[in-house]
């Protein structure tokens, strides 16, 4: 059987059947400091918030930081957010420094 895997966002259902081992794996780990690419990552921590709202910083919340951006796929798909991505990244790898 042939499977046509298109990129495209997870649905809700698929998102909610994953969560419980994300979370899981989360509580395991414990870390302190997260890299959130994209809006489903974004989404998962900051519900009903709006990503570009926070893009491109360091957020703290419960005792934890997160560093947020859009996905590196925006930048691929358009042109607009290349840009964006690379001042972010490079952004993140002086964050990374400092974990």
């Known amino acids: 059987m042939k499977k046509n895997y298109k990129n ?3 649905k809700s259902e ?3 059947a994953c969560l419980p081992y994300f979370k899981k794996q989360i509580e395991i780990i414990n870390p302190e400091k997260f890299i959130l690419l ?3 990552a974004f989404s998962v921590f900051f519900p009903n918030k709006k990503l ?3 893009r491109g910083k360091l957020v703290k919340k419960d005792g934890r930081e ?3 951006t859009y ?3 925006a930048g691929i798909r358009f042109q607009k957010f290349r840009k964006i991505l690379e001042k972010d990244f490079k952004k993140i ?3 990374i420094k400092g974990f």
């Open 8 to 10: 495209r966002k997870p």
């Open 14 to 16: 698929e998102i909610e």
């Open 38 to 40: 994209g809006e489903i």
């Open 52 to 54: 570009g709202d926070y």
């Open 66 to 68: 997160y560093f947020v």
């Open 71 to 73: 996905h590196p796929a």
């Open 93 to 95: 790898g002086e964050t």
